[in-house]
């Protein structure tokens, strides 16, 4: 344990002198919160950087997701993916939703849409898939299932800073798209989060949502709660926005790295992309296959001992915790792709700051443990 820790993430941060000069302006207008300069310019910016037209920022993803199905009147049953981190189905059980799982496509990971007609139900009001690691879902064939039931579609899109088809933003499809920004994303605003608007009356109802139903000083037409991004939040995201494509080229050569280096370890399996034509390269799995000599956990465990933190992103399911297990949904034998994906995957270690000799280290400590 004498090397130095790498960690499965890291944040990218520009250089501190760089963050006084918005400091400065923001106690120059004593404006903290409540949608001020910082927070207009950051939601103006984002719009032009993402390719979307409206856009409303939150102190939080998962504030995000609650205030979307609000936003949306989604009520009942909502179709949504085991395989995510667990804000995903606990934003809709804070709003008295009953989450119902459908299993993952073994190539992309996402919600498979082959399986979401066979769990509709009458109760059924929304679809809720992630484009998980940042690879979208076949956002097409899920649309078409939500057409013809007629339900909701919310994006947990998460991971999915920047990421393009061949048409443009990701986030424009669904009824709405949900952002984090947290310190380990792509793009963060040290605790942050958006919703994707499709029309300006739709993010006018979020903006009220998001800050107590407000609509003026003494007017509430809403039961909403404080969502809002703070001015040293957003102005933190302005400055990143300046650093973001050069963040991400970084990890597209730390991606790129590790692929070349890990093409000819047998049972290690790379995870592809879904034909996106821009990535983010927000994480990095890869599949620890059976013909690999050790299981998942075993590898996971090497790792650690070397000072390496590789993450088990995601496992357990969301689908085995307490307060899911009683839904029919979530038995292991609705689940078995996301079952079997989830006791192999491993996330490795990618950051911009990584260098090349870093990666070179897992990999050497993947090949040893592997008796390779």
Same mark, same amino acid.
């Given at each position: ?8 993430t ?14 400065r ?11 001020g300069?910082?927070?207009k ?5 984002l719009?032009?950087?993402l ?26 049953e909502?179709?949504t ?14 709003n ?9 496509d ?11 007609e ?14 998980c690691?940042g690879?979208?879902c ?5 649309? @078409?299932v939500? $057409? ?7 994006? /947990?899109?998460a991971?999915?800073?920047? =990421?393009? !088809? %061949? +048409?443009?933003?990701?986030l ?5 798209s ?12 040290f ?26 000083e ?6 909403g ?13 302005l400055?990143?926005l ?9 990890? @597209?050569?730390? $991606?790129?790295t590790?692929?070349?280096?890990l093409? /000819? ?5 790379? =995870?592809? !992309? %879904? +034909?996106?034509?821009r990535a ?15 299981c ?7 790792l ?6 590789a993450?088990?992103?995601f ?6 915790f ?9 038995r ?7 079952r079997k ?14 260098e090349?000799?870093?990666?070179e ?12």
């Amino acid at each position: 344990m004498s090397e130095k820790p790498v960690f499965v993430t890291q944040p990218h941060l520009p250089e501190l002198d760089e963050f006084i000069p918005y400091l400065r302006s923001i106690w120059g207008s004593k404006t903290l919160t409540n949608g001020g300069p910082m927070h207009k310019q950051l939601e103006a910016s984002l719009c032009e950087y993402l390719g979307v037209e409206h856009i409303s920022l939150f102190s939080n993803g998962t504030l995000a997701l609650v205030t979307a199905l609000q936003a949306l009147r989604v009520t009942g049953e909502v179709i949504t993916t085991p395989y995510s981190f667990v804000a995903t189905a606990h934003s809709l059980l804070w709003n008295g939703i009953k989450p119902v799982f459908v299993d993952i496509d073994p190539v992309t990971l996402n919600l498979d849409p082959a399986k979401i007609e066979s769990a509709i139900t009458p109760q059924t009001t929304a679809i809720m898939p992630v484009h998980c690691y940042g690879h979208p879902c076949d956002v097409e064939a899920i649309q @078409r299932v939500a $057409d013809n039931y007629n339900l909701r579609v919310i994006y /947990d899109a998460a991971h999915a800073f920047g =990421v393009k !088809d %061949a +048409g443009g933003s990701i986030l424009r499809y669904g009824d709405l798209s949900i952002l984090s920004f947290h310190a380990t994303k792509v793009f963060n605003t040290f605790e942050g989060g958006a919703i994707i608007c499709p029309d300006e009356k739709t993010k006018k109802r979020i903006d009220q949502l998001k800050n107590f139903g407000f609509v003026d000083e003494v007017t509430v037409v809403a039961p909403g709660i404080n969502g809002k991004m703070s001015e040293v939040n957003a102005a933190f995201g302005l400055l990143q926005l300046q650093h973001i494509d050069a963040a991400i080229n970084k990890r @597209r050569m730390v $991606d790129q790295t590790y692929r070349e280096l890990l093409k /000819d370890i047998v049972g290690i399996r790379c =995870v592809d !992309d %879904a +034909g996106e034509v821009r990535a983010n390269y927000s994480y990095f799995p890869v599949l620890v296959e059976s013909a690999y000599p050790l299981c998942r956990d075993e590898l996971y465990a090497k790792l650690k001992e070397s000072n390496i933190f590789a993450r088990r992103y995601f496992y357990p399911l969301i689908s085995e915790f307490p307060m899911y297990r009683g839904c029919a949904s979530a038995r292991t034998e609705n689940l078995p792709m996301a079952r079997k994906v989830s006791e192999k995957v491993l996330c490795l270690p990618i950051y911009p700051a990584l260098e090349r000799e870093e990666l070179e280290r897992v990999v050497r400590v993947i090949r040893q443990a592997g008796g390779l």
